[in-house]
């Protein structure tokens, strides 16, 4: 073994300082472990708080009166201590992986060891203090301090300071210690031995210098210098957060946070655990089975699904934005046909997810309100009790017309107070003239259906509403052929509600545009208020939308306004990872604007986390003119290669022997074949299936494993997920032209990867693969 190459792993025994560490570390949970698998939570934790409350009770029952202030001020704080550490107790502490990150403070002399877990556990007798992530402000210090460092905490209420004398992330697997992270570096237990990596992929240093490019390895699974890989071990996932994550995962409760970083930045991650941080914060009255993620597609809805127990949350629910919209329109908007069109044409797309047509609808309800406004005051103009009425119907300007109407009604039977005005007493035909009026305007307010069609079958009043809002975005033409094909479209549905019994053909049945049900629930909101669920308002105490960038203005207004006022909203996305043509923003702050947000937050994350810098160049390079800030990577892998064929089949030749190989050396590895199209990714897994490549997989509806094997797809499918392994197939001229959608497109394909990343052409190399790699 080559022990002077700054990048090759030596044996540990060689470096006495390096040995120490892991004997360090194997000794502290040696004894974690024999405790929490002899011991009893209960009588180890809570038996010591309960002997000191006893005790303090009796001290305070015997103490002089100037001593007793501070004697239950000291009890006090005893019971919260116990209080916080009681939560979470119906889920014990694992032994097999009972925490993730190692401290030792060192105050005046005085060295403690602090662990962080996902469950609190503190034995202080035994030496053992296990500290939940969530809890602050002891794994604040964790996050945002370093080995070395001098801090100046307060700990309930008490000043702390010190150093701290070792900071170490460790991964525990099955009770065995597998990695430790340190400033020395990366040490894995390769079975009898432990090695030494000092450029390891994992360790969240600051970013580094240029890459220099490597010769090509034409091998799978290799790190920066050739050589197979050496650590298979990742940490836990919690022990990753670094200094500026922590600070969003831990900021306001009523706030929005809008989270914009790189591929692989954390973007997610910084989402599910502000998540956990919230649901663990009790104070702030947020519970976790009120709370909901939105994401683009199932794969990744699955895959958060699978991730939220792991971090100590259960309850949350994880919709597609699709689902989540298609079953809550179904329920407020009846009568409509429950399929979608699989043709709906870009252009009807485009106007129907564009951010004018949020600000049209608003203009088009509050036309609708000022008439009915206008009808209401005229039919009872003249009648005793009138000014009465008016007084009333301004006092409730703010709230949806549907919903004013009903409340007047209300205050009309004396059921409620409007102002000071009860509503009684009113004069008898002043009270005809307004009922009369209220139940004439509910035939407009109530009304969903068509407005909606009204919006898009009136050619005149399309064009002018767009050339109001959205001046030059789409021409005359466009708009005709918007109108055309919603009007052909309502017409069939209309049609099938008049005639609901009578038989249609398979081929032409009714069908709704996707983007219908985003404006229809948006036309619900603005009309009749609140969405409702089982009788009550859909009010969460928490959302996450995940890849927000390829959400409408009006999709996502539609989603946030189903939050309870005053409580935190996280849209997490990236403008380069743009992967919806129809829909979408490329500036945040246009895309706050148009929904009206004041005072959000927006904070960038400027880290790469899980592509080597070899695949961040090259993905940068490929967005061109679209990329923003510089990201940076944190660790080096093997150079990105380019393979060029002349067919396929070779190409598949070629992949069916590196594959087997990769497979031998790593069974545990996944792998990602991405194609640009559909028909592509089939062709590739048919000849792979051939070559009797092991778990081979084809997936074309987000029906991911995420387990180990090779999974044969095409490029929109893999959106917000991670392989370790990525080979772009087709990568020719003809799949990825010089266009933004192709750059987008090419570059969320290639930020999959977080080891290696090849690319395969079989024609003209895309004009996008920069030339130094052909």
Request: proline share 4%.
């Amino acid at each position: 073994m080559n022990q002077t190459d700054d990048k090759q792993a030596f044996d540990v025994s060689e470096d006495s300082k390096i040995k120490e560490i892991v004997q360090e570390e194997q000794a502290l949970l040696s004894k974690v472990v024999v405790h929490l698998t002899t011991s009893s939570k209960k009588t180890s934790t809570f038996a010591d708080y309960d002997a000191e409350l006893i005790e303090l009770r009796d001290a305070i029952a015997e103490a002089l009166p100037e001593d007793v202030p501070s004697l239950v001020e000291q009890m006090t704080r005893l019971q919260a201590i116990a209080a916080q550490r009681g939560l979470g107790e119906d889920v014990p502490v694992d032994p097999g992986s009972p925490y993730f990150g190692h401290m030792q403070l060192d105050e005046d002399g005085e060295v403690r060891d602090v662990l962080l877990g996902k469950r609190t556990y503190i034995s202080p007798a035994d030496g053992i203090r296990i500290v939940d992530w969530r809890n602050a402000p002891v794994s604040r210090m964790y996050y945002c301090y370093e080995e070395g460092d001098e801090y100046e905490e307060s700990f309930g209420g008490k000043f702390r300071s010190g150093t701290i004398s070792s900071r170490r992330s460790v991964t525990i697997t099955q009770g065995q210690l597998k990695r430790v992270d340190c400033p020395f570096g990366t040490l894995v237990n390769k079975g009898e031995d432990w090695i030494r990596l000092r450029d390891a992929g994992a360790k969240l240093a600051g970013g580094q210098g240029s890459s220099v490019r490597g010769k090509k390895t034409g091998k799978l699974g290799v790190d920066a210098n050739g050589d197979f890989r050496k650590d298979k071990h990742l940490p836990e996932i919690s022990a990753l957060l670094d200094k500026e994550q922590f600070a969003l995962i831990s900021s306001d409760h009523d706030e929005l946070l809008a989270v914009q970083g790189s591929a692989g930045s954390g973007k997610t991650t910084v989402g599910l655990h502000r998540i956990a941080y919230l649901a663990y914060s009790k104070t702030a009255g947020l519970k976790p089975g009120n709370m909901v993620i939105i994401v683009l597609n199932s794969a990744l809805a699955s895959y958060i699904a699978d991730v939220l127990p792991a971090l100590g949350v259960r309850g949350v629910k994880v919709w597609t934005f699709e689902n989540w919209c298609s079953r809550l329109r179904k329920k407020h908007v009846r009568g409509l046909p429950a399929i979608y069109s699989e043709w709906t044409p870009s252009i009807v797309s485009r106007v129907k997810k564009h951010p004018a047509l949020l600000r049209i609808l608003e203009e088009w309800v509050d036309m609708q309100d000022e008439a009915q406004s206008e009808k209401l005051l005229q039919a009872v103009h003249g009648y005793a009790d009138a000014h009465r009425v008016e007084k009333a119907w301004k006092i409730l300007h703010r709230m949806p017309l549907d919903v004013r109407r009903k409340r007047l009604l209300r205050w009309l039977d004396g059921e409620v107070r409007i102002g000071n005005d009860h509503g009684d007493n009113i004069d008898m035909k002043t009270a005809i003239a307004l009922d009369s009026a209220l139940q004439r305007m509910a035939e407009v307010s109530e009304d969903i259906v068509e407005d909606w069609a009204d919006l898009f079958t009136d050619k005149r009043r399309l064009i002018h509403m767009f050339d109001m809002h959205a001046p030059a975005e789409f021409t005359e033409e466009e708009l005709a052929r918007v109108h055309q094909w919603c009007t052909d479209s309502y017409k069939k549905i209309f049609d099938e509600m008049d005639d609901s019994d009578e038989p249609v053909d398979e081929d032409d049945r009714a069908t709704l545009d996707r983007e219908d049900d985003a404006i229809l629930l948006r036309l619900y909101q603005l009309k009749k208020g609140w969405l409702r669920e089982g009788g009550r308002r859909i009010e969460y105490d928490h959302m996450m939308v995940d890849e927000v960038q390829d959400f409408s203005a009006l999709e996502v207004k539609t989603l946030i306004d189903t939050v309870g006022r005053n409580r935190p909203i996280t849209l997490a996305g990236d403008t380069a990872q743009k992967i919806v043509r129809e829909g979408g923003f490329d500036d945040w702050d246009s895309f706050m604007d148009d929904l009206g947000v004041q005072g959000a937050r927006l904070e960038p994350l400027k880290i790469a986390y899980r592509s080597t810098i070899e695949v961040m160049e090259v993905a940068r390079d490929v967005l061109g003119p679209l990329a923003g800030e510089d990201s940076v990577a944190t660790r080096h892998g093997a150079p990105v290669e380019v393979h060029q064929f002349s067919d396929p089949g070779q190409a598949v030749d070629f992949l069916g022997t590196s594959l087997r190989e990769l497979f031998l050396r790593e069974p545990l590895s996944n792998v990602a074949v991405i194609a640009r199209h559909a028909n592509q990714a089939k062709l590739y897994y048919q000849g792979l299936k051939k070559s009797e490549i092991p778990n081979l997989r084809l997936v074309l509806e987000q029906d991911f494993s995420f387990t180990p094997g090779i999974e044969v797809t095409e490029i929109r499918q893999v959106k917000g997920l991670e392989f370790d392994y990525v080979i772009m197939v087709e990568c020719n001229d003809d799949s990825y032209p010089l266009t933004d959608e192709a750059r987008h497109l090419m570059h969320v394909g290639m930020t999959r990867a977080a080891h290696q990343l090849w690319l395969i052409t079989t024609a003209t190399p895309s004009a996008l693969i920069p030339k130094n790699l052909l």
